[in-house]
């Protein structure tokens, strides 16, 4: 509860105004039973029409009162909730770009959309009502009470006695919702996670014609989560019969007192009977919106709960304050990793083990291997992904513990292995490596990266409008794109993680060569798992099973090393062979 008043403090001013005025509105309500009461005993008992028409002018200018003050407060109670919607979606935004591979894995992406949007809409609800809920709870419970006592104390005492039946009848009907909204919850995530696996896969679904087999995947997800909610939404159910059947009965037992009274006491009047039976209206009106908040509570429990989880998390960096911060400087581009040992997760077989590489400032360094061996954890790893390793990383000479995450990928430009393109233009694209970047320096780094002649040949230019995930062009050109985005960029070291993989050799030898010309002086590390894209390297590194199992130049692991042998034959004697054969 403290994170919802945290982010609701800065409106505080406004939500205190509209509670002043949602006060007026509820008081105005509140005083309709004490106006029928005088119109009833006075103007009726006498045939005075003047005071009828009086005292219902007045009543017709406390309902105008109090319909402007309940629409200012409408107002002002949805203008605070959307605020804080607003204020608590970029903190969760902020929070969760702030998270470490390992806190991201814990919650997972399905149920962070759940939280951002689900969660985040029941706690905006409670920003919206609760205000308007406390203030008529308190003012019809206490100031009808008062009224009721003041109009006939033995009708009061027995509201007030029917007051905690209702409670504890609500408490009966509502205990064990927690673990039903909580259940309901972890199904959504879960049917969440299921219905992104089916749409990113569908593809593979329709290909090994598994579209029965993810249905059913979908349904007891669904089915699931349906007959939580489904439990829950019935025991809420009854409250409204339950509380309106006692608030029935009370009624009825306190008209037939009321009127055995009014027969036998002079005290007691007829309107004093109609204001205090409104009067317990009212009362019960408050007893039952307590009712709806105390049925509705175990699943905004739920909700801050999961919400909190989010936000509690310490993020990174944000737990050493004594890291160097500074984005901007640039290190030297000598990367060293010394006897590096990774593990996904707290328990399992290293990802990689005793790992120790050095690239020197200029050298251009090769890290070859077949899928699984590692390569890919390594780049996680130099980009700061994980900071959980053994061993050690050094960046120009400076420790990794040291350094900041913007400070390491300040000074790294990356080209990953999936070739990630996001809808708008090319411009856009390759400018996301360099937001200032120039026409000059697009068009260069377009050059070097061999898409600039594609771009060029379209009608809109470098205007081209992609897609998402680059639907509109095809792998080699994303990858071009992608490798564009990192050359715009001006870093001590350059890192290429598999992206020459959907280039024919032609292209790749031309990207090579301008690569060479334009990265003259910079540290390269590149990742592939091919013979003919490593070989030209100063220094390659072969990897299998977590492991580096050879270091040295392309002649010198053909004598010395086997995995590297063999990838060479592979793939070069392969081709070579095939080529003779035609």
């Not at 089916?198 to 349906?226: C, P, Q, W, Y």
């Not at 489904?230 to 159910?237: F, L, P, W």
């Not at 009624?251 to 009127?259: K, Q, S």
């Not at 072969?542 to 040295?552: H, L, N, Q, S």
């Amino acid at each position: 509860m403290k994170l919802l008043l945290s982010y609701l403090k800065p409106y505080k001013k406004r939500i205190f105004i509209a509670g002043l005025i949602d006060a007026v509105s509820v008081f105005c309500a509140l005083f309709m039973p004490y106006i029928m009461s005088k119109i009833v005993n006075i103007g009726i008992a006498n045939g005075d029409m003047d005071y009828i028409f009086l005292m219902c002018g007045i009543m017709l200018g406390l309902a105008a009162v109090s319909l402007i003050c309940l629409l200012i407060t409408i107002k002002l109670s949805t203008s605070v909730s959307a605020d804080f919607l607003s204020d608590m979606q970029r903190a969760i935004f902020k929070k969760v770009n702030s998270y470490s591979f390992d806190e991201f894995s814990e919650i997972g992406t399905a149920s962070l959309l759940t939280r951002q949007t689900e969660d985040l809409f029941s706690l905006e609800m409670v920003a919206y009502n609760s205000m308007h809920m406390l203030i008529y709870v308190l003012i019809m419970c206490i100031g009808g009470g008062i009224l009721a006592f003041l109009s006939d104390w033995i009708m009061a005492l027995i509201t007030l006695a029917v007051c905690p039946l209702v409670l504890l009848a609500v408490w009966i009907v509502t205990r064990g919702m927690y673990n039903l909204f909580e259940n309901s919850a972890k199904y959504i995530d879960i049917q969440n996670k299921v219905v992104r696996e089916r749409l990113s896969g569908l593809r593979v679904i329709r290909a090994f014609n598994r579209e029965d087999s993810e249905h059913n995947r979908v349904k007891n997800a669904t089915v699931t989560m349906a007959e939580y909610i489904i439990r829950a939404n019935i025991r809420s159910g009854y409250i409204t019969p339950v509380t309106t059947f006692i608030l029935d009965i009370t009624a009825v037992v306190l008209l037939g007192i009321g009127a055995s009274r009014l027969t036998t006491s002079s005290i007691i009047t007829a309107g004093g009977i109609i204001a205090n039976i409104q009067y317990i209206a009212l009362i019960m009106g408050g007893v039952i919106m307590l009712s709806w908040a105390l049925a509705w509570f175990p699943h905004i429990k739920v909700s801050l709960k999961r919400i909190t989880e989010v936000l509690s998390k310490e993020g990174k960096d944000e737990h050493n304050p004594g890291l160097i911060e500074d984005g901007e400087k640039m290190l030297d581009g000598e990367i060293v990793m010394e006897n590096l040992t990774f593990r996904y997760g707290k328990g399992g077989n290293p990802a990689i083990e005793d790992i120790s590489f050095k690239a020197l400032k200029g050298e251009t360094v090769g890290i070859i291997g077949g899928t699984g061996s590692g390569k890919s954890t390594l780049v996680k790893l130099l980009l700061a992904f994980y900071s959980d390793y053994e061993g050690k990383i050094t960046f120009g000479g400076v420790d990794y513990k040291n350094l900041s995450a913007r400070a390491i990928r300040s000074n790294l430009s990356v080209a990953l292995q999936k070739s990630m393109v996001f809808e708008g233009t090319a411009e856009e694209n390759i400018k996301m490596g360099k937001p200032d970047a120039t026409d000059y320096e697009l068009k260069e780094a377009a050059g070097v990266a061999q898409i600039a002649d594609f771009l060029e040949s379209q009608p809109e230019g470098y205007k081209m409008h992609l897609s998402q995930a680059g639907s509109n062009i095809s792998g080699g050109q994303k990858q071009r794109i992608n490798i564009a985005r990192t050359v715009i960029k001006d870093a001590p070291v350059y890192v290429f993680d598999d992206t020459f993989s959907a280039l024919d050799y032609l292209t790749e030898s031309k990207l090579r060569r301008a690569l060479n010309e334009k990265l003259k002086g910079k540290t390269r590390i590149i990742i592939t798992q091919r013979a003919a894209t490593a070989m030209h390297c100063d220094q390659i590194y072969v990897m299998d099973k977590g492991r580096i199992v050879g270091e040295g130049r392309h002649n010198e692991l053909l004598e010395n090393c086997t995995v590297y042998k063999e990838i060479y034959d592979s793939q070069i004697k392969r081709t070579s062979a095939k080529g003779v054969a035609k």
